[in-house]
């Protein structure tokens, strides 16, 4: 079956290293995305992808970098990690044209905690 | 820019209680989607409806219901008989037509005790 994975789920880092959480996903999507999960804000966009070699800036992109080698990639590097960055991750792709019982498929998310 | 709010942070009802959660939300596009997402406590996103911004016929499924009012820029979730499994986040989320992006409000906590 089709799929969308994260990875780490979980990771532990200090402040000012770099970390790189990976998303790979089987549908062939175009579009991929990262969101971060806090409280009182529910989920934010760090970084969309519309394609191959395609990548941009969302809501919350400062301090996160993004790169689109394929189609099935769509790794997410903080490149000082700080604590401010201490949330949950997800990753989701979606076709361009979504059939009406779904809309983006989400991956089981990542919690990231740095010390 | 999008922006959707969801009011109440945390409800808590009797199971078998109905409850109501509000969404409303502000777009400039005309066409646009509006989505209700679930995350259980085991944290997990959950599709539960997309609704076309043409299209203002209420949904129900289930134990679910969604009254989407354009007047009022709502999109507001029912659950009927809440059963102690409804317990999870709700998330209203927003996409205009000219985007593929998603735009989330912040959620709100339903507990529903037994």
């Known amino acids: 079956d089709a799929e969308i994975t994260q990875s780490p789920r979980h990771k532990i880092t200090e402040t000012g290293r770099q970390v790189t959480l990976a998303c790979h996903q089987t549908?062939?999507?175009?579009?991929m995305f990262w969101y971060r999960q806090d409280l009182g804000h529910g989920l934010r966009l760090i970084h969309y992808?519309?394609?191959?070699?395609?990548?941009n800036k969302g809501e919350v992109s400062d301090g996160y970098s993004v790169s689109r080698s394929n189609t099935e990639d769509l790794p997410l590097t903080l490149e000082s990690a700080a604590s401010s960055q201490t949330s949950v991750y997800f990753c989701a792709s979606s076709p361009n044209r979504a059939p009406r019982d779904t809309e983006a498929f989400f991956g089981q998310g990542t919690r990231l905690t740095v010390v | 820019a999008q922006k959707v709010t969801q009011a109440q942070t945390e409800i808590s009802v009797v199971e078998k209680e109905d409850v109501t959660l509000d969404c409303v939300y502000e777009t400039r596009d005309t066409t646009y989607y509006l989505f209700w997402y679930k995350q259980p406590p085991s944290g997990e996103l959950v599709f539960l409806i997309r609704?076309?911004?043409?299209?203002?016929q209420n949904e129900i499924s289930g134990r679910y219901s969604w009254n989407f009012q354009k007047s009022t820029s709502s999109f507001n979730f029912t659950i009927t008989a809440s059963q102690v499994v409804d317990s999870a986040v709700y998330f209203c989320?927003?996409?205009?037509?000219?985007?593929?992006?998603?735009?989330f409000g912040s959620g709100t906590q339903l507990t529903v005790l037994p």
């Open positions: 609704r076309n911004s043409f299209d203002e």
């Open positions: 549908w062939n999507h175009n579009n």
């Open positions: 992808s519309y394609g191959v070699q395609d990548t």
């Open positions: 989320a927003l996409r205009p037509g000219s985007a593929r992006q998603l735009t």
